[in-house]
């Protein structure tokens, strides 16, 4: 099974940008669907972005237009770009791998992203 390490999380300002990262443990080539969830204060764990080895980038409403996920298969790392950060962006992020957009095969520990003045 994959290990996936998240590292990146932190204290941020209101409007400014934070990149997350996530290394995988196998070769990142070889997983079909790499994304970012993320599980707010009192709420579910919701998507925030995903993207297949070739195809655009899927994000959920909340987040789109400010965050960008992208992959880079030779360092086994995805990240997710997050700009114009809002309070309520404040979440625990979890970096997922899959065999699918709904078949999700392993997650990472988490990264707890705060945003606060």
């Known amino acids: 099974q994959v290990q996936l390490m998240e590292s990146g999380g932190g204290l941020v300002q209101p409007g400014e940008s934070h990149r997350l990262s996530c290394t995988t443990s196998?070769?990142?080539?070889?997983?079909?669907?790499m994304g970012w969830y993320r599980q707010r204060p009192g709420g579910d764990r919701e998507l925030a972005a995903r993207?297949?080895?070739?195809?655009?980038?899927d994000y959920g409403d909340l987040v789109k237009g400010r965050f960008t996920i992208s992959r880079d298969n030779a360092k086994n790392t995805v990240y997710l770009q997050m700009n114009s950060l809002k309070r309520e962006d404040k979440a625990v992020y979890y970096c997922?791998?899959?065999?699918?957009?709904?078949?999700?095969?392993?997650w990472g520990q988490g990264t707890q992203a705060t945003v606060s003045s």
């Open positions: 196998t070769s990142m080539a070889s997983i079909s669907v």
């Open positions: 993207v297949a080895r070739s195809g655009p980038a």
């Open positions: 997922s791998a899959g065999r699918s957009y709904y078949e999700i095969d392993g």
